[in-house]
């Protein structure tokens, strides 16, 4: 595997959840900073987004946001960040997001996580990347989504095989081995129809 230097983090810009994803993204911020990953995210300063760079840049770490110009008032973009970039639109912070990481981590978060989520395990899938997606399924969060991504392997949708494309943890302190130990996998488009 690789060395991850640069871990893009997806997670929920809401603050009124549950105080066990509020603590996973505080604790997985300092997790990164301690073990010289940067982190690139969202660019807002709210909710688990907020809370995550805020523990990046607490404990010394590096953390590079990117915000479209039409949310970066409604997310309250980051002002304390290594780097901010504000970009045109959803689809430019989507693309730099992934260029500028090695490895993905999902944490609890909304329909915006899932979308991101759904697209990066698409490009994957597709040959577009072949970077690690971990998924921290704290407290069962992402089970229905993963007993969903089974019922379409099921359904032929997808391949058997293809809930590889990401890897599942439960627990944040699987996250960092698990990145360690991530197979260099490469998906052949050209088999997604087979």
Sequence with gaps: MK???????????SGNVDDSFRNAASTMGKTMADAGVQLVYGGG??????????????NGGEAIGIIPEHISSKEVQHK????????????????MMVDKSDAFLILPGGIGT???????????????????IIIANINGYWTPFLDMINHIIKAGFMRDGDEKLMIVVESLDEVMPALKEAPDQKFDPSSKWI
């Design 3 to 13: 060395d991850i230097k640069s871990l893009c983090v997806y997670c929920g810009s």
């Design 45 to 58: 300063h709210v909710g688990l987004m907020g809370l995550i760079a805020d523990a990046v840049m607490d």
């Design 80 to 95: 304390g960040l290594t780097e901010l970039h504000v970009v045109d639109t959803m689809h430019t912070r989507k693309q």
């Design 114 to 132: 899932l979308d991101e989520l759904c697209e990066i395990m698409t490009w994957r899938q597709l040959g577009i990347h072949d970077k690690p």
